[in-house]
């Protein structure tokens, strides 16, 4: 068996790399392509600061959820809201996040796929030592409720 030198090594390397590359945008592709004829469709939406927040939304809903972690929707004044929780946590320092939405279409029933980005505290950074509940709230372009809604967690 012949050993190979620094360069041929090098450029092992690379065709690794390469290989590695080239599998993960066929998966991106693949990703890409089942969505599109899954059925699933982009729910538009934007983000809601907290100072505009419905009554409702601040008063009834959120203290009933915020020791969850889950995603569930609203109607008030004909616009649907989209309220993800993460629970109680111990310190300051966790964030969630709507990535994006899709409403997909099963057996006559329609499910909303929320997909959250959940981000935690960095361990050598100090933080309040204080109990938080991460809560993201987002307005949507949807008509009406899902019959059915799915959190998706990336971290």
Do not use: N
């Amino acid at each position: 068996m012949k050993k190979e030198t620094g360069k041929e090594w090098l450029h092992g390397r690379r065709k690794r790399i390469a290989v590695v590359v080239v599998l993960a945008a066929a998966g991106a592709i693949a990703w890409l392509i089942l969505s599109l004829f899954s059925g699933a469709k982009e729910v538009g939406f934007e983000q809601v600061p907290e100072d505009e927040l419905p009554e409702a939304i601040t008063s009834d809903i959120i203290p009933e959820y915020k020791t969850l972690e889950r995603a569930l929707a609203c109607c008030i004044d004909d616009d649907i809201y989209v309220i993800v929780t993460r629970g109680e946590k111990p310190t300051s320092g966790f964030k969630v996040a709507v990535d994006h939405m899709a409403l997909e279409e099963q057996d006559g029933k329609s499910t909303l796929i929320v997909y959250a980005g959940f981000k935690d505290p960095d361990k050598k950074t100090a933080f309040s030592q204080i109990i938080t509940y991460p809560t993201a709230v987002v307005r949507t372009d949807l008509k009406q409720l899902p019959e059915d809604i799915e959190l998706r967690i990336q971290y």
